[in-house]
């Protein structure tokens, strides 16, 4: 990660910097969106806060390199508040006199953490506010050539129903 492979130095046959290129922009989509995320709908997605406080070292990788260092800095930023919140949650039920629950965290009581350090969170004091994403759907030609092929690899897989892959036609 570091340079060579997302920047189209590394690989090995034809082909491979221009995929690793499309993996690089996969993942800065993926950090775009979660930043969106964060700055723009924080208090409202606790269980993203979640898994990302229990990944967070997933991030690590990508903090120096170039094309998503300013991304996963805002993650880092956002991650930090949330495990400084989790910090004092578990000195004040140590230092209050908690009953036994010191060091024993639950779900229920991360995400009350959570939640409570969420509703207090303001973006501009913690993060580098980028502009908002906006996604559009552009419809294809003939949406059904992909849609009604798929749907029906789902209904055959999940539906219960022995089906005959091999008797089915779909489209002429």
Not at 41 to 52: D, F, I, S, T
């Amino acid at each position: 990660f570091d340079g060579g492979v997302f920047d189209g130095g590394g690989g090995g046959g034809s082909g491979a910097p221009a995929e690793m290129h499309i993996y690089a922009d996969f993942l800065r989509i993926v950090l775009e969106i979660i930043n969106s995320t964060l700055t723009y709908a924080l208090p409202k997605n606790p269980e993203v806060v979640y898994a990302l406080l229990h990944r967070q070292e997933l991030f690590e990788p990508f903090a120096q390199h170039p094309r998503f260092s300013e991304l996963v800095e805002n993650i880092q930023n956002v991650l930090a508040y949330f495990n400084k919140a989790m910090d004092r949650a578990g000195m004040d039920s140590g230092a209050g006199g908690g009953g036994g629950s010191q060091g024993h965290w639950t779900t229920e009581r991360v995400a009350a953490v959570i939640t409570g350090a969420a509703a207090k969170f303001r973006a501009e004091s913690h993060v580098r506010v980028f502009q908002e994403l906006r996604f559009t759907y552009e419809e294809e030609a003939n949406p059904e050539e992909f849609f009604v092929p798929y749907v029906w690899s789902l209904v055959c897989a999940h539906s219960g129903v022995p089906w005959d892959p091999s008797s089915i036609a779909l489209l002429p």
